[in-house]
């Protein structure tokens, strides 16, 4: 597999545009806009985000901008109720104009739509996206010019395992890949994964993998050893022969990535 394709020498936020620094203020000062809400939240919704932020906190600020002696919100209305339901007093918030607020959307989807991104990069800059601008999926997906399909299915990446999101980032599976690990039973992802990097399964056979439960792919079965090796290093690696001799094939498909499984063999010595 080919490494990742990388636009931001300094990660996700050297393509988001800068922002004013977060600021706490009075839920009571927060007047909802006057303009009818895009979308009605259910009561369930807003008792998960409830209890999730008593236990975090809000780890995304809303967006309001100054009116006369309070705030009036642009992005978080789902955020805001459910604070007020968990008994907040104070939220974090970002203060805008509605010109600064569309010069960073317009910002962020230029950003976007000009950047080189590794999938999980792009998931994050849609969820930040869509949480600060108060955008639907279908409006994003409008105004960047794609498919709302497209959008839905990178943000599903945000969710992957923690292993499964290393090894895309990582450029040792594609996002074709993820999403078939995503498509599989959460107790069977992780052996998917090392399923996945040690028989260098295509996404068809991945997609396959995760209905019925095997690759088919492989000539013969592998030592459980082998399929660790292979999620540790990265790598293809193939076992041939018996207890009295054999031979052990490590396959990579550029120097650079043979110079990876090299000092990972070493780290391990």
Do not use: C
Not at 196 to 209: D, K, P, W
Request: overall charge positive.
């Amino acid at each position: 597999m080919s490494a990742p394709k990388r636009g931001l020498g300094r990660g996700l936020e050297a393509l988001l545009p800068d922002t004013q620094p977060r600021q706490e203020v009075a839920v009571v000062d927060i007047q909802l806009p006057d303009t009818q809400p895009r979308e009605r939240f259910g009561e369930a919704e807003i008792e998960s985000l409830s209890a999730s932020i008593r236990h975090h906190g809000i780890l995304q600020p809303l967006v309001v901008s100054e009116d006369g002696g309070g705030f009036r919100l642009i992005a978080g209305e789902r955020r805001l109720r459910a604070a007020k339901l968990a008994g907040l007093s104070h939220v974090p918030v970002f203060i805008r104009s509605d010109e600064a607020q569309r010069h960073f959307e317009l910002a962020l989807i230029e950003n976007l739509q000009r950047s080189n991104l590794s999938p999980l990069e792009e998931a994050r800059a849609f969820e930040r996206l869509l949480s600060e601008s108060g955008l639907s999926q279908e409006e994003l997906a409008k105004r960047l010019g794609i498919g709302r399909s497209k959008i839905a299915l990178t943000l599903r990446l945000l969710t992957l395992p923690a292993d499964a999101g290393r090894a895309l980032d990582e450029g040792r599976i594609s996002a074709g890949h993820a999403q078939a690990i995503l498509a599989a039973a959460p107790e069977r992802r992780e052996a998917l994964l090392g399923k996945i990097i040690a028989n260098g399964l295509s996404v068809r056979a991945a997609e396959r993998a995760a209905k019925t439960g095997t690759s088919r792919v492989a000539a013969s079965p592998q030592p459980a050893w082998a399929t660790d090796l292979a999620r540790d290093l990265g790598a293809r690696v193939t076992v041939r022969g018996s207890a009295g001799g054999g031979s052990l094939t490590i396959k990579y498909h550029s120097a650079g990535e043979l110079e990876t499984i090299v000092k990972r063999l070493r780290s391990e010595g």
